[in-house]
Every structure is written in structure tokens, then in C-alpha cells.
């Protein structure tokens, strides 16, 4: 069975440009969430969905950040226009039961931005 | 919200002996407290959890125990192993949070061989 994946697995990208990651979770995870590690620091949580829907976006810095989650499967996070301290490495996790239960993450992206 | 605070932020051991790391929470309602390893440029995996109706669970060399009076979880490795060597992170989550995991801020173990 096939883990979490997350695509690019780097990004450089100059301040005031736009970037998508994404992140495909393991089939059949409702449970779709992503964390950002900046610099060196602890994992944050940014949002988490249940299917297609946004259960909890209390985590995201700001609104140039958009997450998506069309159809229930795949997931995009679009930093749009990217500032400097959002560089760090953004992580995808997804789980089957929100309750107790293991989160799979997928390997993260680095994004640098300079 | 949930205030995760973990001890030390740097540990280094001789192989053989063992670990000892610190979570304390600040969210009474926590009630899953897993352990993550993250190994240099790899992705967070979760080395073992316990749920908050047990005090201790032991998985080989790994084991966690809890105390939820005092609000915090510590992970014990014993007979410690170069490739032990990596970040661990505790994350206490709350059934009512929609199982986000708060992390703490990661200690990274160096076992020296």
C-alpha cells in the first residue's frame, strides 16, 4: 500500500510568487491534515479535513494561504503571494478514525523562499 | 489551547545506555499521547502511543508512560542504538480537536557509539 505523498519535495521560489504543494493521502483516509516545521522548530498544525470538507483551519498563518481538498482525495496548499518566513518544510498526514489513531505523514516539502 | 512543553531539547547518550524524554501538557481533555521519530531529512513516524486509560505500554526497547494527574507522558529507550540517533517529538491530541496532534518542540538524541 502505497504511504502519504507529497509533491515537490523542494521548492525554491523568490518572495512574492505563488506555490502549490500537494499532498495524496493513503486511500481511504478521510482524515486529511497539514503541519509546517519552520526553521528548525516544532510542528505546527495548519488545518485538517474530513472527506472534502474543512473541519478545522484554526492553524493557518493568514489568507495567503488557500488549502483545497476537491473531491475528497488529493489535497493542494497554495501560498500565494509567498513572503520569506514562510520558508520551512510543510508536512501532509492523514489517518483513517480521527480518534487515537496513528497519522501517516508523507515525507514534506522544503520551501525556500528567497 | 494546548500547551506542550518537552525535556530536554538535546540529549546525548553512550550506545547501551538508555533515554529518557519529557512531555508535560496543559490540556486536562488530552487523551492520546503518541511519540514521533523523525530521522535527519525523513518523515515524522510514530514509534508509539498510549491511550489515557493506561499508565504504561512497552513495545521492546520503546516504552511510554503516562500521568495524567501531573499532566505528562515521558518516552524511555533502553539499550540505546546509533540508529536511535534522530528527533522525537511528543504530540498529545484531544478527541474533541478533531485529532490534530499539538507538538511539542522535538528533542533530537544523539547515541554515541
Known amino acids: 500500500e502505497a504511504g502519504v505523498t507529497q509533491f515537490p519535495s523542494h521548492s525554491v521560489i523568490e518572495k512574492g510568487q505563488t506555490v502549490t504543494l500537494r499532498c495524496d493521502p493513503i486511500?481511504?483516509?478521510?482524515?486529511l491534515y497539514w503541519y509546517r516545521r519552520v526553521m528548525g522548530k516544532e510542528i505546527k498544525f495548519l488545518l485538517h479535513f474530513v472527506k472534502e470538507s474543512k473541519q478545522d483551519e484554526s492553524g493557518m498563518p493568514n489568507n495567503r494561504f488557500l488549502a483545497e481538498r476537491t473531491g475528497g482525495t488529493y489535497s493542494t496548499l497554495k501560498v500565494q503571494p509567498a513572503e520569506l518566513e514562510d520558508s520551512g518544510v510543510y508536512f501532509c498526514?492523514?489517518?483513517?478514525?480521527?480518534?487515537?489513531?496513528?497519522?501517516?505523514f508523507g515525507q514534506g516539502t522544503r520551501l525556500t523562499v528567497v | 489551547g494546548e500547551n506542550v512543553e518537552q525535556h530536554p531539547s538535546t540529549l546525548s547518550v553512550q550506545e547501551g545506555d538508555s533515554a529518557v524524554i519529557k512531555c508535560t501538557y496543559s490540556d486536562s481533555a488530552s487523551n492520546y499521547f503518541p511519540w514521533y521519530k523523525q530521522e535527519l531529512g525523513k518523515r515524522p513516524q510514530l514509534i508509539i502511543d498510549?491511550?489515557?486509560?493506561?499508565g504504561e505500554k512497552k513495545d521492546q526497547r520503546i516504552a511510554v508512560t503516562l500521568n495524567k494527574t501531573a499532566k505528562h507522558f515521558s518516552l524511555h529507550i533502553t539499550e540505546t542504538q546509533p540508529e536511535d540517533s534522530a528527533v522525537y517529538f511528543c504530540a498529545p491530541a484531544t478527541h474533541n480537536q478533531g485529532g490534530k496532534l499539538i507538538f511539542g518542540q522535538g528533542t533530537e538524541l544523539s547515541v554515541k557509539p
Open positions: 486511500s481511504g483516509h478521510d482524515n
Open positions: 498510549i491511550r489515557s486509560n493506561v
Open positions: 498526514a492523514s489517518s483513517q478514525d480521527r480518534v487515537n489513531t496513528e497519522a501517516f
